[in-house]
């Protein structure tokens, strides 16, 4: 076990256009390159681990490999000799890595601790995951197999022969869908091992690559020399010519932003295709690099393997992300009626490189945007929150999620709560609002006068603040109701008596009267 950090690190940003139809703006996306220890080691597949860290296969040196996201490598020697790992690695339901071994007829297990197993299978290549917490496997002798984590093996004959099946991943149906790199075919098998074939509907050789479960519900896969296809549980494909001449596309992911990512190896870039069929490339900074595995870290980044000698690396590719500060979340409060306090709250938007899309939804009907879109850039824009229609509100929490959203590569996403707090008002100001309230009625001025009397002989009792005075302040207020019966019906209106009882109780209610 060798264990490298990081050296000689390339890190480049990269600007180009998106290559279909009219031109959109552009996109920098920024590339970290680590080199792999061993010299001409060739790393070839790639993919997350359960601990965090990608792992990957070197099909040269004869060794897996694992790489932090800070870039430290670590290598595991392989104990057959000349695996030639140009099949696939996968995370195992177990916790541990899965990898086939071609030319040794082996399938590998590694713990991220770095024992490795092996089992003896004729030629596998591609492996993945299945549904049914089993590993699954292509064998280059047309057969698909299925191995548990206990090393039990069982094997399924594809119907075509000489198909030279490649890779394979579960497909969003439960089932497991795979390429068939000589037979012009993608193919499928339940867990129950029956199998489906679905020709392509371009004649010639496709030659079939890698496959991947896409965000839209549909099946992904490369055709090394032609274009990016598409094919539904149902069978229907569709096919999507590169712009790139000559490329050799290899591996295909779901990236972080829903969109599709692949390796074109002879172009030398790392390119997207959307659900839609738009297609971007990104050229790589060191010439015949030769990308080859890609997959999603942890980290939303896409990692790659670039397996030629005139790079032996490990790639990062970056997307722009949303950058929203600060964390703190909303947070305001105040009496029934206000004044509520802080009135606003700001948040600055921006991107650590590039300019992005963002939205922001979620919104409380009493909190106003100052906008709910825009464009985020290094130079950050600033949204604020201010309060608004609180009127109606009674005492009680209210909450709400704030979500800002990145809508042009996903990367950042995050939210903020909101949290509105509406206190009951005060005993003075509710018995100073209740005064106001008998004086729009235009009542007499001896009635006026007398209710107002004994709200104010409440109130200067509750202000003097003494123990014993809550008491007095009760049967003051108790004198007022009183007051407010007597004149029910007479010189106040039955409305008008209910609108000062009720306001009354309130009051009874803050003071603790019993």
Request: charged residues 15%; aromatic residues 10%.
């Given at each position: 076990m060798r264990t490298h950090h990081p050296r000689l690190l390339l890190v480049v940003n990269v600007l180009v256009w998106m290559l279909v139809g009219v031109a959109e703006r552009a996109m920098a996306v920024t590339f970290t390159e680590f080199p792999v220890p061993t010299v001409d080691g060739g790393p070839w597949s790639i993919t997350t681990g359960p601990d965090g860290a990608l792992?990957?296969?070197?099909?040269?040196?004869?060794?897996?490999?694992?790489?932090?996201?800070?870039?430290?490598?670590?290598?595991?020697?392989?104990?057959?000799?000349?695996?030639?790992?140009?099949?696939?690695?996968?995370?195992?339901?177990?916790?541990?890595?899965?990898?086939?071994?071609?030319?040794?007829?082996?399938?590998?297990?590694?713990?991220?601790?770095?024992?490795?197993?092996?089992?003896?299978?004729?030629?596998?290549?591609?492996?993945?995951?299945?549904?049914?917490?089993?590993?699954?496997?292509?064998?280059?002798?047309?057969?698909?197999?299925?191995?548990?984590?206990?090393?039990?093996?069982?094997?399924?004959?594809?119907?075509?022969?000489?198909?030279?099946?490649?890779?394979?991943?579960?497909?969003?149906?439960?089932?497991?869908?795979?390429?068939?790199?000589?037979?012009?075919?993608?193919?499928?098998?339940?867990?129950?091992?029956?199998?489906?074939?679905?020709?392509?509907?371009?004649?010639?050789?496709?030659?079939?690559?890698?496959i991947t479960a896409g965000p839209d519900g549909a099946l992904w896969f490369t055709?090394?020399?032609?274009?990016?296809?598409?094919?539904?549980?149902?069978?229907?494909?569709?096919?999507?010519?590169?712009?790139?001449?000559?490329?050799?596309?290899?591996?295909?992911?779901?990236?972080p932003d829903?969109?599709?990512?692949?390796?074109?190896?002879?172009?030398?870039?790392?390119?997207?295709?959307?659900?839609?069929?738009?297609?971007?490339?990104?050229?790589?900074?060191?010439?015949?690099?030769?990308?080859?595995?890609?997959?999603?870290?942890?980290?939303?980044?896409l990692w790659f393997t670039e397996q030629t000698p005139n790079a032996d690396q490990i790639g990062r590719l970056s997307l722009p992300a949303l950058q929203v500060s600060p964390s703190a979340n909303i947070a305001a409060s105040g009496p029934q009626g206000g004044p509520f306090s802080p009135v606003s709250f700001a948040y600055q938007l921006s991107s650590a490189t590039d300019s992005l899309n963002f939205a922001i939804s979620g919104i409380p009907t009493w909190l106003n945007a100052n906008f709910t879109s825009g464009v985020a850039s290094t130079t950050p824009v600033t949204v604020t929150f201010s309060l608004m229609n609180l009127g109606s509100f009674v005492p009680g929490t209210y909450t709400a999620t704030i979500t800002f959203t990145n809508t042009s590569t996903g990367i950042g996403n995050t939210t903020r709560t909101a949290a509105l707090t509406v206190v009951p008002p005060s005993v003075s100001s509710q018995i100073t609002n209740l005064i106001a309230l008998i004086g729009s009625f235009n009542l007499p001025n001896g009635i006026v006068n007398s209710l107002d009397a004994k709200l104010e002989a409440a109130l200067a009792t509750f202000n003097a603040m003494k123990t014993n005075s809550i008491g007095t302040a009760c049967n003051q207020l108790g004198a007022f109701f009183n007051e407010v019966a007597a004149q029910s019906g007479n010189k106040v209106t039955d409305t008008q008596a209910n609108q000062l009882i009720s306001a009354g109780n309130q009051i009874k209610v803050a003071l603790g009267c019993l």
């Open positions: 792992w990957f296969t070197e099909s040269f040196a004869n060794k897996i490999g694992r790489i932090t996201t800070a870039g430290v490598i670590t290598e595991f020697k392989i104990p057959s000799a000349n695996s030639q790992l140009l099949g696939g690695i996968t995370q195992g339901p177990d916790g541990a890595l899965w990898f086939g071994e071609e030319f040794a007829g082996k399938i590998g297990r590694i713990t991220t601790d770095g024992v490795i197993t092996e089992f003896p299978v004729p030629a596998p290549s591609g492996i993945t995951t299945g549904p049914d917490g089993a590993l699954w496997f292509t064998e280059l002798g047309d057969k698909i197999g299925r191995i548990t984590t206990a090393g039990v093996i069982t094997e399924f004959k594809i119907p075509t022969t000489l198909s030279f099946p490649q890779a394979i991943t579960t497909g969003p149906d439960d089932a497991l869908w795979f390429t068939e790199n000589a037979a012009n075919k993608i193919g499928r098998i339940t867990t129950a091992g029956v199998i489906t074939e679905f020709p392509m509907p371009t004649p010639g050789f496709r030659d079939l690559r890698s055709e090394t020399n032609a274009a990016i296809g598409r094919i539904t549980t149902a069978g229907v494909i569709t096919e999507f010519p590169l712009p790139t001449k000559g490329s050799v596309i290899q591996y295909i992911t779901t990236g829903g969109a599709l990512w692949f390796t074109d190896t002879f172009a030398n870039k790392i390119g997207r295709i959307t659900t839609a069929g738009a297609i971007t490339e990104f050229p790589l900074p060191k010439a015949g690099s030769g990308p080859t595995g890609i997959t999603t870290g942890l980290d939303g980044a």
